[in-house]
């Protein structure tokens, strides 16, 4: 059972940065592909970036591409999304998820996560 805690999150106005991390414990950190999804108000939950078990291979969402990236730390068993000029509309709850995966590929799909965080509430103040 992998358990999974976000932090960072936060108010920033349009045009700053935050950066989110992302600890998992309970599992063996290099063994797990990871991402990073985000729900607004009154939307549905969606994709915002993945990373392999490696490290070597990411996606990202269009809309956060150029923006923010994605990165993991596999000796301290954590995942970074850093977000530089940021919107009003990336203001959500983000959370991060894990899926047990050795493949080169990461995984884009929501439902492919085993694990998921309880999320850290960003706010882009405009």
């Known amino acids: 059972q992998v358990q999974l805690v976000e932090s960072g999150g936060g108010l920033v106005q349009a045009g700053g940065s935050l950066r989110l991390s992302c600890a998992a414990s309970?599992?063996?950190?290099?063994?797990?592909?990871m991402g990073w999804f985000r729900q607004a108000h009154g939307k549905e939950r969606e994709f915002v970036a993945a990373i392999n078990w490696s490290g070597r291979s990411t996606n990202y969402a269009d809309s956060v591409k150029g923006r923010f990236t994605i990165s993991r730390d596999n000796a301290k068993n954590a995942l970074y999304l850093q977000m530089n000029s940021l919107k009003p509309e990336d203001a959500a709850v983000y959370y991060c998820?894990?899926?047990?995966?050795?493949?080169?590929?990461?995984?884009?799909?929501?439902?492919?996560?085993?694990?998921w965080g309880q999320g850290a509430q960003v706010i882009v103040s405009s």
């Open positions: 309970g599992g063996t950190g290099s063994t797990y592909a």
């Open positions: 998820a894990a899926k047990y995966s050795t493949l080169t590929r990461v995984h884009v799909r929501e439902d492919e996560y085993d694990y």
